[in-house]
T-cell receptor, first 113, second 110 residues
Framework: ETGVTQTPRHLVMGMTNKKSLKCEQHLGHNAMYWYKQSAKKPLELMFVYNFKEQTENNSVPSRFSPECPNSSHLFLHLHTLQPEDSALYLC????????????FGPGTRLTVL | GQQVMQIPQYQHVQEGEDFTTYCNSSTTLSNIQWYKQRPGGHPVFLIQLVKSGEVKKQKRLTFQFGEAKKNSSLHITATQTTDVGTYFCAGMEYGNKLVFGAGTILRVKS
């Protein structure tokens, strides 16, 4: 619908697991974002990539590791997560890295046991 | 750091009633954006306001940006059941990143 897809849509993992979230945008945008959405909290910006270069790391713990191989794809590698990391992880893209008019993907609902 | 406060947290209205959500920033903003997230869905961009005192309309939705560029409002006239969801404002400080408000949850009773 929005041109931004995310997989998987749901993920359950143990604290010792390693998993990756994938985001792909088909809009020809140059900037991509990772957000964390927890219940009753504002959207938290995690990472920003502009033309494949990371331009923002919002003090995110190292157990979250982003990767942006090209302007259309964005990954979030997860390892040794904590239960409080359970949330909806949203990917977004925009024409450039100015944060204007972001198009969000459907999100990955992550549960850490 | 920059904070964006949004009120109310929750509003339940009768279909046909009006609805307003307010957004206040601790700092002057270069622009403000509004997003809507349906239950179980993802945020969808609605509009961006840039100019001091700007007013924009989208059908039954009216968006305003304050003269001091520190506050904004979204007003929905004659709500419909399709308006349900969470409305987020997101403020951009000059030279900084976008900060989202916590959102206002709107429920419409038919």
């Amino acid at each position: 619908e929005t041109g931004v897809t995310q997989t998987p849509r749901h993920l359950v993992m143990g604290m010792t697991n390693k998993k990756s979230l994938k985001c792909e945008q088909h809009l020809g945008h140059n900037a991509m974002y990772w957000y964390k959405q927890s219940a009753k909290k504002p959207l938290e910006l995690m990472f920003v990539y502009n033309f494949k270069e990371q331009t923002e790391n919002n003090s995110v713990p190292s157990r979250f590791s982003p990767e942006c191989p090209n302007s259309s794809h964005l990954f979030l590698h997860l390892h040794t997560l904590q239960p409080e990391d359970s949330a909806l992880y949203l990917c977004a893209s925009s024409q450039d890295g100015s944060y204007n008019e972001q198009f969000f993907g459907p999100g990955t609902r992550l549960t850490v046991l | 750091g920059q904070q964006v406060m949004q009120i109310p947290q929750y509003q339940h209205v009768q279909e046909g009633e009006d609805f307003t959500t307010y957004c206040n920033s601790s700092t002057t903003l270069s622009n403000i954006q509004w997003y809507k997230q349906r239950p179980g869905g993802h945020p969808v961009f609605l509009i961006q306001l840039v100019k001091s005192g700007e007013v924009k309309k989208q059908k039954r939705l009216t968006f305003q940006f304050g003269e001091a560029k520190k506050n904004s409002s979204l007003h929905i006239t004659a709500t419909q059941t399709t308006d349900v969801g969470t409305y987020f404002c997101a403020g951009m400080e000059y030279g900084n990143k976008l900060v989202f408000g916590a959102g206002t949850i709107l429920r419409v009773k038919s």
